[in-house]
Each structure stands twice: as structure tokens, then as C-alpha cells.
């Protein structure tokens, strides 16, 4: 049984990956009943973390130049941003996260990599100051990026980023682990190829699985929500915790 703050934590991430749920759905996927996630949802709208929808509620992005302090999203996006200098240029995964990055980015400016058609539409419509470039390729539908040998061989050529920012939807101590083929090779050409590596990693990735893995690089820095689990050490690794999704307190220690 979850309690609520790994509840909300689920919900939060569900919606970064899927846009919009339905009540009933997650009240399925979490063994709660229909009024807890009423409640879920509500108190996450006065967050401002997500809208609610007949039936459901969809995910909305922070607006750039707000006040998005209390989102746990944006906390996560703030500390990795603290990483990035102006000029840099960053390979983003291709994860709704990643715009949430962008927009703790503020006007610091930065060149934008990334072979994500969503992330594209988006960033397109994002009035901050940055260049935007597209890698390019053909479409995979299966996850969603484009592809080709020629994109890929930019990143070690004239696209060679200075930041990879990752998002993977499962982390262990030694792997970080992607469900689609593709994107694991993107990602592990992005850390072969960029001067540093920042895993932006929620809470839930922690405790997942998925199928294609490849080693962390050397010098890495892992921001996550909460602290990490017994155990997940390496001796090359920057470990930021930084609140829980309740009590929005800054992290300073490990409990292990």
C-alpha cells in the first residue's frame, strides 16, 4: 500500500509520462479507492502540479518565469540546473521532464540538443533564449524518437554536447536502464561524448526495471527526490537528494 507520499509521487510521474489518466485508472493501479485519489487530485491542483479533467486530470508544464518553487518536478529540474552553465550545449533525453529542466533554466542561455519530435513542438513554443538544435533522422514510432547513424555520429562531431542530461525510467547503482533499445543507445552515446553526465531521476526509477541497460559513466551526478536505498553506492558518484514530495524540505543527508 502506498501512503500518500509515494502515491502522489506515482501520480506525478504517471502523468510526466502519459500526458493524462483517468481517476479510475489509477485508483486500479494503486489499490485505492476513487474518493483517496479525488483527494490526490485535488490537493496536487493547489499545487499546481496538475489540471483536473472530467474523469481524470492531465499533466500541465511549469510556465517559464512563474513561481514553480513548490512543484517537486521543478525542485528536481532547479538542482540539475545549478549544473549548467551559460553557453553549454545539452543533449536531452527524450522525456516530458526534460521541459521541465528547460524551464529552471531561465535566461541563462544554452543550445538545446535533442532528437525528441515532442520536446521539439514544445521547446518551439518556449519563450526562453535558447538555440535549438534538432538532430534529425527518421521517426521510430515504437519510442518516439528520431534516428539515424548520421544524428548519432553528430554527438561525437559537431553537435558534441557539453551537458547529457538524463532521464532514465530505472536506476540501480551501477546501471541506468531505458525500455526501449534506442534511447539506452542514445543515452550512452550522449555520456561517451559529453564533458559531463547529470541523471535527473525520480524517486520511482529507483525501484523500476527495465530491459536495456548500460554502466553509469565516470563522474556522474544523480539528482533525485529522496534518499537513495541501502546499498546504492559507487565510488564515481555526486548523490543529491533534494525534499520529499511532502514535506518540500531541503535534503542535507542520507539516511541509510
Given amino acids: 500500500m502506498y501512503v500518500a507520499q509515494e502515491r502522489r509521487a506515482y501520480i506525478l ?4 509520462q502519459r500526458g493524462s489518466i483517468r481517476s479510475s485508472a489509477l485508483a486500479r493501479e494503486l489499490g485505492v479507492t476513487d474518493e483517496t485519489i479525488r483527494t490526490d487530485l485535488v490537493d496536487m491542483q493547489a499545487q499546481g502540479l496538475l489540471q483536473r479533467v472530467h474523469g481524470g486530470a492531465r499533466y500541465i508544464l511549469p510556465t517559464p518565469g512563474s513561481d514553480s518553487s513548490p512543484r517537486p518536478d521543478c525542485q528536481l529540474a532547479a538542482l540539475a540546473a545549478q549544473h549548467i552553465e551559460p553557453g ?13 529542466f528547460v524551464s529552471q533554466l ?14 521539439l513542438t514544445t521547446l518551439c513554443a518556449t519563450p526562453l533564449p535558447h538555440r535549438i538544435i534538432c538532430l534529425g533522422g527518421e521517426l521510430d514510432k515504437d519510442c518516439g524518437v528520431l534516428d539515424s547513424q548520421a544524428a548519432l555520429d553528430s554527438l561525437s562531431g ?6 547529457a542530461l538524463l532521464i532514465p525510467p530505472a536506476l540501480r547503482s551501477d546501471v541506468a536502464a531505458y525500455r526501449h533499445p534506442l ?9 561517451e561524448t559529453a564533458g559531463k553526465t547529470i541523471l535527473m531521476v ?6 523500476a526495471h527495465a530491459p536495456h541497460i548500460f554502466p553509469l559513466p565516470g563522474g556522474c551526478t544523480i539528482i533525485t527526490e529522496n534518499n537513495l536505498p541501502p546499498g546504492f553506492t559507487h565510488p564515481r558518484l555526486e548523490l543529491i537528494p533534494y525534499i520529499s514530495a511532502e514535506d518540500l524540505q531541503q535534503n542535507t543527508g542520507f539516511d541509510y
Avoid at 13 to 16: D, G, H, K, T, W
Avoid at 106 to 119: A, F, H, R, V, Y
Fill in 106 to 119: 531561465g535566461e541563462k542561455p544554452c543550445t538545446l540538443l535533442t532528437n525528441s519530435p515532442e520536446l
Fill in 183 to 191: 534511447r539506452t543507445t542514445w543515452a550512452r552515446t550522449a555520456t
Fill in 202 to 207: 525520480p524517486a520511482l526509477a529507483l525501484q
Fill in 88 to 100: 553549454m550545449s545539452i543533449y536531452l533525453d527524450s522525456d516530458p521532464l526534460a521541459l521541465v
Fill in 13 to 16: 510521474r504517471i502523468l510526466q
Fill in 158 to 163: 559537431g553537435h558534441r554536447p557539453d551537458a
